[in-house]
């Protein structure tokens, strides 16, 4: 099953974000067979983001909840909220980046 998985930082935390990006990323590339697609949110270009969006391949939403858990800006305490949605592709030719 496929899940929109979209994630909302406490505000004002650039500082806290830029010194777990690199095991966020490392974390991200490991998991890449489960998180099809991810990346920052923000309201404008050069902003420090908001939050995340990721496309996630998973069983079950039990298990996209327990991957989140071990995503280093989620044990930083970096994200305030996150909504785990299920999600359909609109058209099957569509490829996921």
Do not use: N, Y
């Amino acid at each position: 099953m496929l899940f929109a998985v979209l994630f909302t930082d406490f505000p004002d935390q650039g500082v806290l974000r830029a010194a777990h990006l690199q095991a966020h990323l490392e974390w991200a590339s490991l998991h890449q067979a489960q998180v099809l697609v991810a990346g920052s949110l923000r309201e404008a270009l050069g902003q420090v983001p908001k939050g995340g969006l990721w496309i996630v391949e998973a069983e079950s939403k039990s298990h996209v909840q327990q991957l989140i858990l071990t995503d280093p800006f989620w044990t930083c305490g970096l994200r305030k909220d996150v909504q785990v949605l299920h999600w359909s592709k609109a058209f099957d030719h569509q490829v996921l980046v």
